[in-house]
């Protein structure tokens, strides 16, 4: 049973930084694309960040490019979000997803509902 378990969400002030992180378990790592997504109350959930399985980022959304940043830790089998210069519109759930993709691609901008395995998420609140 594959699992995905992300941590590091917190309540900081408006200025402030985190770092996600979201560990995974039970599955074969290279094959799989990684994202982060994000849930604000009553939004739809959006994409935030793409990496593929060579370590490419494929897509940032253009609201957190210059403040997230995307990585992963092959050896640790860990996927991270920094978050940096936080603002308020940022709060939300935090959610990581895992498509297997034995062609090293992902899947295309958009397709969150393409992702076969999702964690639970972690609360992130930024204040004024």
């Known amino acids: 049973q594959v699992e995905l378990v992300e941590s590091g969400g917190d309540s900081v002030q408006a200025g402030g930084s985190l770092r996600l992180s979201c560990a995974a378990s039970e599955l074969t790592w290279r094959w799989y694309c990684f994202g982060w997504f994000r849930q604000a109350p009553g939004k739809e959930r959006e994409e935030v960040a793409v990496?593929?399985?060579?370590?490419?980022?494929?897509y940032v959304s253009d609201a957190v490019e210059t403040r997230f940043t995307i990585s992963k830790d092959d050896a640790k089998q860990t996927l991270y979000l920094q978050l940096n210069s936080l603002e308020p519109e940022d709060t939300g759930i935090y959610y990581c997803?895992?498509?297997?993709?034995?062609?090293?691609?992902?899947?295309?901008?958009?397709?969150?509902?393409?992702?076969?395995?999702w964690g639970q998420g972690t609360q992130v609140t930024v204040s004024l």
């Open positions: 990496i593929d399985s060579s370590g490419k980022i494929r």
């Open positions: 997803a895992a498509d297997r993709r034995n062609d090293g691609n992902c899947p295309s901008r958009g397709r969150i509902d393409a992702y076969n395995y």
